[in-house]
């Protein structure tokens, strides 16, 4: 690997294991838009943004190798999530009522220009959230969704039964949503949680991050239903050509937790 790129990833790790989130979702953008100037070229598209670059950048506290988009800040979570919404879903066609929480940058701006959606972001401390919200108690009415959005959210939550009851109080019956959570393979059968817990370093050995406070296992889909929830477990990304996902650098091993409220 050349010396610039590793570099490169040692950089953005130490950054992203340093710099508090909300620094990070203010300033990250300018930062990748900089690094771009070295990664032009057509081997990989970001199918969020219609970019492409000789690769992706790194990114990650242990760096993964062609994972962020220097253009939109989409990882490949995120590239996948907006195909499936684009291709299986009515999301970018239907009249909807959107509830967005932790709202990624790559998402923000094209979803508020979607004349079809009435969206709303919300987050407990994030600065791109246009609403101040604890997920433990949205200030929101029973049934005021159509769509439910909440990424990497659930393993920060001190209660995520009750968070989880909280997004299916305000979705309508016959509404959607995708509620994903980060995944260390291989899986443990059952989630791992110990409130006693609490330093930093700690967390980060047991529960894969510094800030998380669950590990979750082959019983997250399980959580959800308990909280009223019907879920899929998609993985789309089998679905797809291998050119396309070598194309987008989709993550193999990613699970779409598509639920529905009846």
């Not at 949205?138 to 009851?165: Q, T, W």
Request: hydrophobic share 40%.
């Amino acid at each position: 690997m050349p010396i610039f790129a590793i570099m490169i990833k040692n950089i953005i790790s130490l950054v992203i294991r340093k710099v508090p989130r909300p620094y990070l979702q203010l300033v990250s953008h300018h930062i990748a838009k900089g690094l771009s100037l070295f990664y032009q070229g057509n081997d990989v598209e970001c199918p969020v943004c219609q970019k492409h670059f000789r690769k992706f950048l790194p990114y990650g506290r242990k760096a993964r190798e062609n994972a962020l988009c220097p253009n939109c800040l989409a990882l490949e979570r995120h590239r996948l999530m907006y195909l499936f919404l684009r291709r299986k879903t009515n999301f970018f066609t239907a009249p909807l009522r959107v509830l967005h929480v932790a709202p990624e940058i790559c998402f923000i701006g094209r979803f508020e220009k979607q004349q079809n959606l009435e969206y709303t972001t919300a987050d407990i401390e994030s600065p791109l959230a246009k609403v101040k919200m604890d997920i433990h108690a949205i200030p929101f009415p029973e049934n005021s969704f159509d769509v439910i959005l909440c990424n990497h959210v659930m393993e920060h939550v001190a209660d995520d039964g009750l968070a989880m009851r909280e997004l299916y109080r305000v979705l309508r019956p016959g509404g959607w949503g995708i509620i994903q959570i980060p995944l260390f393979h291989p899986l443990p059968e059952t989630t791992y949680e110990d409130a006693s817990i609490t330093s930093p370093a700690a967390r980060e050995k047991a529960f894969g991050q510094n800030d998380h406070v669950r590990l979750y296992g082959k019983d997250y889909a399980d959580r959800l239903r308990a909280a009223g929830f019907m879920v899929e477990e998609n993985c789309y990304t089998k679905e797809l050509p291998v050119e396309e996902v070598e194309r987008y650098a989709l993550p193999t091993d990613e699970i779409i937790f598509y639920v529905k409220k009846l």
